[in-house]
């Protein structure tokens, strides 16, 4: 657990070098005359420092900061404005970081490890100020509530869904199901969580009354990634049977939920937790892909509106900027790119 500040950083972490590339396939702009779309310093940034694979990335809610957690049990963060500096690395978890969230007010990460710890920290010391240790596999995923008090949902290859609040010791309220958690998510309002696993099922809970209420079957193999839409109507779920689909998770929606299917990118061999999102106005979706692809898909005709190339591996997880149109990537080729949609 340290921080490092530009300068202590030949000492403390490899020296990162940011190059940027041009993307295989993209419309350089900026050059050629075209109107550049975001506030990146080019239309395609490469980051690269991270020693092993990386497995999760976010924005900070401003959009200012990314986070990433890697197979090198090191979490870092990096400014997406100018040459997209390292500017701090996260130390402390004992095997791989496989998500990282941040908190609603952008002033702590959650990080979840298969050190079956989750943790959480400062982010403007880098130190570590809370750990979680009731979990007895790896941690896969967990998700910070929207509202109300600081809680946080994790999931683990335990078979347990555990409840945090930040300001108190050990968890809160722990959900149990038959096969390991994989993807977790709070409702909008932070009264249900959405578990999925191996079992292919997305379970619904009422944390008031602690049981499952509803039970969404649809994708025939396991889950690695959910994500509730920003108006917080909908749930988006990656199935290893290679669809993304998105559920009506209103009060009163009908008994089918599901309502859209999306296909096109691929999971493989690695079984990697493949992660999806919506972009800000919920008119998009993304994913990675085993084939080293990042989607792009409109939500309303459900098309591919992009497949981009550049990564050399599987690609983990992709995200959104909060504000502007520009697609952030990391992929077990230990690299991160930003790109202007």
Request: charged share 20%; glycine share 8%; hydrophobic share 35%.
């Amino acid at each position: 657990m340290l921080s490092v500040g530009e300068n202590s950083l030949a000492i403390s972490a490899p020296r990162l070098d940011q190059v940027t590339v041009p993307f295989i396939g993209s419309q350089a702009r900026g050059p050629n005359g075209k109107p550049r779309t975001s506030s990146l310093e080019s239309p395609i940034m490469l980051l690269t420092g991270h020693q092993s694979g990386i497995y999760t990335m976010k924005f900070n809610p401003a959009g200012t900061v990314i986070a990433s957690g890697s197979h090198d049990r090191d979490i870092f963060l990096w400014y997406i404005h100018g040459e997209c500096k390292n500017y701090m690395v996260l130390r402390g978890h004992k095997n791989a970081v496989l998500d990282v969230q941040w908190n609603t007010d952008g002033t702590q990460i959650i990080s979840t490890s298969a050190d079956k710890t989750l943790r959480a920290w400062d982010v403007d010391t880098g130190k570590q100020v809370k750990k979680m240790v009731e979990h007895a596999e790896p941690v896969n995923s967990c998700c910070p509530s929207r509202r109300g008090p600081p809680l946080v949902v994790s999931g683990s290859d335990d078979g347990t869904a555990k409840l945090w609040d930040l300001r108190q010791r050990g968890s809160v309220q722990t959900v149990t199901e038959n096969y390991q958690v994989t993807a977790v998510c709070f409702s909008d309002a932070s009264d249900k969580i959405y578990s999925a696993g191996i079992d292919n099922d997305v379970k619904v809970w009422d944390l008031r009354r602690n049981e499952k209420i509803i039970t969404l079957q649809g994708h025939s193999d396991m889950m690695t990634g959910m994500q509730l839409s920003p108006d917080g109507s909908y749930l988006l779920t990656n199935s290893m049977d290679s669809t993304l689909r998105i559920w009506d998770m209103r009060p009163y929606a009908p008994q089918n939920r599901c309502v859209k299917i999306f296909a096109g990118h691929q999971h493989n061999f690695e079984k990697n937790l493949l992660k999806c999102a919506w972009s800000p106005d919920g008119s998009k979706i993304t994913a990675g892909s085993a084939d080293r692809m990042v989607y792009i898909w409109d939500t309303t005709s459900r098309r591919i509106l992009y497949k981009l190339p550049g990564h050399n591996g599987s690609v983990n997880e992709t995200v959104f900027h909060p504000t502007e149109p520009i697609i952030a990537s990391c992929s077990s080729d230990k690299q991160i790119y930003l790109g202007e949609i």
